[in-house]
């Protein structure tokens, strides 16, 4: 089975601090996404990775970035985090032409 | 701009009873489209999909029906169950070569009461 992990389940952060989400997925996956889901807005992208070194911005980059020095990890960062940014944030992988995705269980992160 | 929309929110149902959710989609490009499953402090899982030169895919009790020209697509779920309780994803993809990109919907939350 696909596993995609992610380093956090709940998170607490204060503004301005900037933060780290991991993910990892073993099965060698090259494309690699990271969303956000907000209530009523469904699953926004916000980054996505189609192989290591590789990304590209999604529908809703702005104060993110993001970071894929091995295959299996894609790491996601807020420079400066906001309360804006208070969210569930969804890590999901797929086979280079595959469209389904395995999603990880997600992070809850709370600017404060 | 909304490219792949769920108009309902929510939609509750009885046990047993037919669920059916709907997603409508602007892209005329899209020619990939899934259904996923998330339950609460999950992750969302893949649940049926169908391609664009197909009008109908069933898995279980669960189908997917495909009307291209309404852009319109609709998961049945027969009979409902309680354990189908979740919000449910549509998904879209336009063919993104290999990056497997999809456009999601912003989720119905369906309750199937006992």
């Known amino acids: 089975d696909v596993k995609v992990t992610q380093s956090s389940r709940y998170l607490v952060k204060r503004t301005g601090e900037k933060v780290f989400l991991e993910c990892v997925q073993d099965m060698d996956h090259e494309n690699m996404f990271w969303y956000r889901q907000d209530p009523g807005l469904g699953l926004r992208l916000i980054y996505f990775s189609y192989d290591v070194k590789m990304k590209e911005k999604g529908d809703i980059p702005e104060g993110y970035s993001v970071s894929r020095e091995k295959k299996e990890r894609f790491s996601l960062i807020l420079e400066s985090a906001s309360t804006n940014q208070t969210s569930m944030y969804l890590c999901?992988?797929?086979?280079?032409?595959?469209?389904?995705?395995?999603f990880g269980p997600g992070t809850r992160l709370t600017v404060t | 701009d909304q490219q792949v929309k769920q108009n309902s929110p929510s939609l509750s149902v009885q046990e047993g009873r037919i669920s059916i959710l709907n997603c409508d989609y602007t892209?005329?490009?899209?020619?990939?489209f899934l259904w996923y499953k998330k339950y609460p402090a999950e992750g969302p899982t893949f649940l049926i999909s169908?391609?664009?030169?197909?009008d109908k895919n069933e898995d279980g009790r669960f189908t997917v029906f495909l009307n291209k020209s309404a852009k319109h697509l609709s998961l049945h779920i027969v009979p409902s169950q309680p354990g189908d309780s979740a919000v449910y994803f549509c998904?879209?993809?336009?063919?993104?070569?290999?990056?497997?990109?999809?456009?999601f919907g912003q989720g119905t939350t369906l309750q199937v009461k006992p």
């Open positions: 892209n005329s490009m899209f020619d990939y």
């Open positions: 998904a879209a993809s336009a063919g993104s070569g290999n990056t497997g990109k999809l456009i």
């Open positions: 999901a992988s797929t086979l280079g032409h595959s469209y389904e995705q395995y």
């Open positions: 169908i391609s664009s030169i197909k």
